[in-house]
């Protein structure tokens, strides 16, 4: 009796793809694919993927994400084209919104980037959209409710607020907020965040404490000056 054939696994490995990029299977009909391509190994997602697109619910939200994507560059209609990018991320948030509809942006900020969501907030409503914005201390629960010891505190000796990224989302989708702009919100908290809203969302910054919130700094001197970070 034969035993039943394992299935393949699929194993991506976009990201150490060696064929030139314009001729990649992903980049053009007929193009080559590397080992782990996904585009050659997961037909099966693949055309499952394609049919999610075709939903009321996904359709319409990733056709204007593709316009809004073309609209970041200009002089497109020249040839040949080089990418000219004229549009920072704050503004690109903005016109998707406005694009898909949305009405109520909702801020979900880091405490330690307060001064950024006041402007940001006070961007979106010149823009003509109400905006609510929910701190990551809001709440005021201890750090022990959820194990933390003094020594992990980072002030110890002293009360200290969990950032709370389930009251943040809880809060957010009482507001029915359409579209959730993210704002330095920690590794983890972030995570917790996605879990538990229910509108979509985005990233306007990410936090980085070292690199002033910009965290590809390190990982484009990771041959130099961040080197130590390959230590073990």
Wanted: glycine content about 8%.
């Amino acid at each position: 009796m034969k035993s039943p054939a394992k299935k393949k696994k699929i194993q991506a490995q976009c990201a150490k793809c060696n064929i030139e990029f314009r001729e990649r299977a992903c980049m053009k009909p007929g193009g080559a694919p590397s080992a782990g391509c996904p585009t050659v190994s997961a037909k099966g997602l693949l055309a499952k993927a394609r049919r999610e697109y075709q939903s009321a619910e996904n359709f319409e939200f990733a056709r204007q994400a593709s316009i809004q994507e073309g609209e970041c560059y200009s002089g497109r209609e020249r040839k040949p084209y080089v990418k000219h990018p004229i549009k920072p991320r704050i503004l690109e948030i903005c016109e998707f919104a406005r694009k898909m509809g949305y009405r109520r942006l909702g801020i979900i900020f880091c405490a330690g980037l307060a001064s950024e969501a006041a402007i940001a907030s006070d961007f979106y409503e010149k823009k003509g959209f109400e905006v609510a914005s929910v701190m990551c201390k809001a709440g005021c629960v201890p750090k022990e409710e959820i194990g933390l010891s003094d020594e992990e505190k980072v002030f110890r000796g002293g009360f200290e607020s969990i950032c709370n990224p389930i009251f943040q989302a809880m809060v957010a989708n009482y507001a029915k907020v359409d579209f959730n702009i993210l704002l330095g919100l920690c590794v983890g908290h972030d995570s917790l965040f996605f879990k538990y809203v229910k509108a979509p969302s985005t990233v306007l910054a990410v936090k980085d404490r070292v690199t002033g919130h910009n965290p590809l700094a390190a990982l484009y001197q990771l041959g130099s000056y961040y080197s130590w970070l390959k230590e073990p």
